[in-house]
């Protein structure tokens, strides 16, 4: 943990990766909060506090008697809102970066079309 978010919303984050990559499909029991709060090296009240965050936004359920499972469509849900932050406050945030740095539109979408080989700043 090592973002400047809150501790309880990288542990959310990390739990929707591992959904978004299979490590946790639908219908699936997730870790305790108590072996989520033991892996992060944090309070049990943070670990729940992100698994509460995931509940509320109908990507977790409560099995009673069981624990927390992965709801139906969880994966996809997960997607549409993280594909809708990046086209609509992500990417015109960066846009508006780049233009008070003096980087064109154009030099961006060059770069975009490079990530994952170096890129040198001139």
Same mark, same amino acid.
């Given at each position: 943990?090592? @973002?400047?978010?809150?501790?309880?919303?990288? !542990?959310?984050?990390? !739990?929707?990766? @591992?959904? !978004?990559?299979?490590?946790? %499909?639908?219908?699936? $029991? !997730?870790?305790?909060? +108590?072996?989520?709060?033991?892996?992060?090296?944090?309070? %049990? =009240?943070?670990?729940?506090?992100?698994?509460? /965050?995931?509940?509320? =936004?109908?990507? $977790?359920?409560? &099995? *009673?008697?069981?624990?927390?499972?992965? =709801?139906?469509?969880?994966?996809? &849900?997960?997607? *549409? /809102? /993280?594909?809708? +932050?990046?086209?609509?406050? +992500?990417?015109? =945030? $960066?846009?508006?970066?780049?233009? *008070?740095?003096?980087?064109?539109?154009?030099?961006?979408?060059?770069?975009?079309? *490079?990530?994952? /080989? %170096?890129?040198?700043?001139?």
């Amino acid at each position: 943990m090592n @973002d400047n978010s809150p501790i309880f919303m990288q !542990i959310a984050e990390k !739990i929707e990766n @591992d959904i !978004i990559n299979g490590v946790y %499909p639908a219908e699936c $029991l !997730i870790a305790s909060t +108590t072996q989520i709060a033991k892996a992060h090296g944090v309070n %049990p =009240a943070t670990a729940v506090k992100a698994v509460s /965050r995931l509940t509320e =936004a109908e990507v $977790l359920y409560k &099995k *009673r008697g069981i624990g927390m499972c992965v =709801a139906a469509g969880a994966r996809e &849900k997960i997607f *549409r /809102r /993280r594909k809708e +932050t990046l086209l609509n406050s +992500t990417l015109p =945030a $960066l846009m508006e970066e780049g233009e *008070r740095l003096g980087i064109s539109s154009e030099q961006m979408a060059s770069i975009i079309r *490079r990530i994952g /080989r %170096p890129v040198h700043v001139s």
